[in-house]
């Protein structure tokens, strides 16, 4: 997905909150971050373009992300998930 286009912010928050892979969480929050801040920039340079509504999602899109980095990143991975039985998943994140 192209992350040049500003007004994708919203999917690319979407594919980040839904990344089970870690190598691949870091990426995308990267590409996530940039594109709302690229999207914040527009309005800031354009006041009669964007709504409260958006820009109030753009502020929380950025505590959203920084608070999944921090607690992907605070915990050491685990070679397995485990399921509500107990009963082990497994794979490396």
């Known amino acids: ?14 594919f980040v ?9 870091q990426r995308r929050i ?8 690229r999207r914040m ?3 800031l340079k354009d006041e ?3 709504s409260i509504s958006e820009r109030l999602a753009l ?3 950025l505590s ?3 608070d999944l980095q921090r607690i992907a990143y605070s915990r050491k991975p685990t070679g ?8 082990a998943i497994g794979g490396r994140f």
């Open 41 to 43: 920039e527009e309005l």
């Open 80 to 87: 397995s998930v485990r399921r509500e039985g107990g009963q």
């Open 64 to 66: 959203t992300l920084a």
């Open 1 to 14: 997905m192209t992350t040049n286009n500003t007004k994708n912010w919203s999917d690319l928050l979407d």
């Open 48 to 50: 009669s373009s964007g």
């Open 30 to 37: 990267g590409h996530a971050t940039d594109a709302i801040h």
């Open 59 to 61: 502020r929380n899109a």
């Open 17 to 25: 909150l839904f990344q089970a892979n870690r190598v691949n969480l």
